[in-house]
């Protein structure tokens, strides 16, 4: 992929790697509403690509592979953070059901159930349900989650030397690895087989469903409770 000169041919390379920018975008989609387009996603992860070409100075085999997915992510993250694509009302119902399953999970010495959750939130199973099917997208991670209320925003007081690092890796490199792999562990089972096949398997939502004999919108339900469940334990421990 060098051009006659010796230099990179950038195009025949952004060419090869299209189908991988295409392959993450598509996979990031099923966690997100909607109104989100895919196109934008694409058009950002290309502009990741092209970024982890300049960046990059140890060839182009299978580690530029690597840090080309990280630079991708990473570019589709940041544009959907600038959109602001989930709701700051969402955002707030979303900490509500983290709050409430931290307190059923102190009183009660295991995970709340779906029925006990909506119950203590003073609403209907159904209408608990859509507020987490609404709630596609819920991330495990936030980067409001790393600021403490001062003027200056966590992240900017400690990057000397980490610009790369996203927030959940800043996250486990504050010793929370041992929580979180513990909080995993503590899923109800299905939820911990969502989070598996999704994470670990790159299966989407809909083949998850078809694995579990649920619909598509049900896997979505169960995959934000899972987050909302893993978020309660991190805040729990910060």
């Known amino acids: ?69 990280q630079r991708i992510r990473g570019a589709m993250l940041d544009g ?14 979303m900490r509500r059901i983290e709050s409430a399953i931290h307190t059923l999970e102190q009183q009660k010495g295991r995970q709340p159930t779906e029925g006990e959750l909506a119950e203590s939130l003073g609403m209907p199973l159904g209408e608990y349900q859509k507020m987490l099917q609404e709630a596609r997208g819920y991330q495990l991670v ?16 400690h990057s000397v030397g980490t610009e790369d690092l996203d927030p959940l890796e800043r996250l486990l490199d504050k010793n929370m690895r041992d929580v979180l792999v513990k909080a995993i562990g503590d899923l109800p089972e299905r939820e911990k087989t969502v989070m598996g096949l999704y ?40």
């Open 1 to 69: 992929m060098y051009t006659a000169s010796g230099t990179l041919d950038r195009d025949q390379l952004a060419k090869h790697y299209a189908p991988l920018v295409k392959r993450i975008a598509y996979h990031l989609m099923a966690k997100l509403p909607a109104s989100v387009q895919v196109e934008d996603i694409i058009q950002n992860g290309m502009l990741g690509l092209l970024d982890a070409m300049s960046r990059y100075e140890e060839g182009l085999g299978a580690q530029f592979e690597t840090y080309a997915v």
């Open 199 to 238: 994470y670990e398997e790159d299966l989407n939502l809909r083949e998850i469903g078809e694995i579990l004999g649920v619909s598509e919108s049900r896997v979505c339900q169960l995959h934000s409770q899972a987050i909302a469940r893993l978020r309660s334990r991190i805040a729990a421990r910060g």
């Open 142 to 157: 936030y980067f409001e989650d790393f600021t403490d209320g001062d003027d200056d925003d966590y992240l900017d007081r």
């Open 80 to 93: 959907l953070r600038e959109n602001d694509w989930l709701p700051r009302s969402l955002r707030r119902d």
